[in-house]
């Protein structure tokens, strides 16, 4: 499955193998799949902008943890990834 990238403006940013690796590694690639093109595309960009590997690692975790908390994109709130999208769950109050 690929996604269409072709109606997006902006640069578009190739996967470093790393981000690739640590993709797989954590079985995250479906989530990422499933994100929009333009966040994927988004989420490679802002990484290998990065000039320090730290700095690249830090923004590799925060991309891993988005994906597998769900719901959340450059820590904002993403509803459409969000992992169960059925109703939330009101607090029992009996």
Do not use: C
């Amino acid at each position: 499955m690929t996604k269409d990238f072709s109606k997006l403006q902006r640069d578009i940013h190739p996967m470093p193998s790393f981000v690739q690796e640590a993709l797989e590694v954590h079985r995250l690639m479906q989530a990422y799949l499933d994100r929009p093109a333009y966040q994927q595309n988004d989420y490679i960009g802002w990484i290998n902008r990065a000039k320090q590997d730290a700095t690249k690692q830090k923004r590799l975790s925060q991309m891993l943890s988005e994906l597998e908390q769900g719901g959340v994109y450059m820590k904002m709130p993403h509803p459409a990834s969000r992992k169960n999208r059925g109703p939330e769950k009101q607090p029992d109050i009996t």
